[in-house]
């Protein structure tokens, strides 16, 4: 099957910077897009951004022009955040639209990683 192992997370003032990594493995035919998506508590989860195979991007509206997403060649999608707020406090999670040898594609989700951002 797939994994997605997530790392980067951890505690920031405000005004510093994180990087995200999610790394996803298995039997993967095709990875049709990966994104991150944070939940804060007594929220929904929300998309905070994406990017599509030849890759297209969205961000959410608050994380505009302070966070990046980007992917290399083995299947590791990344999340630069600069400029950190205390409202970008969550947990992160990596999500992914994987299609299998079997053709059929299936989202996965990583296990989430804390980002505080406090000083």
């Known amino acids: 099957q797939v994994q997605l192992v997530e790392s980067g997370g951890g505690l920031v003032q405000p005004g510093g910077s994180l990087r995200l990594s999610c790394a996803a493995s298995?039997?993967?035919?095709?990875?049709?897009?990966m994104g991150w998506y944070r939940q804060a508590p007594g929220k929904q989860r929300e998309l905070v951004a994406a990017i599509r195979t030849g890759g297209t991007t969205n961000y959410a509206d608050s994380v505009k022009g302070r966070f990046t997403i980007s992917r290399d060649n083995a299947n590791t999608v990344y999340l630069q955040m600069n400029s950190l707020k205390p409202e970008d406090t969550a947990v992160y999670y990596c999500n992914a639209l994987i299609t299998l040898a079997t053709m059929v594609p299936n989202t996965y989700w990583g296990q989430g990683t804390q980002v505080t951002v406090s000083s």
């Open positions: 298995g039997t993967i035919f095709r990875i049709n897009a």
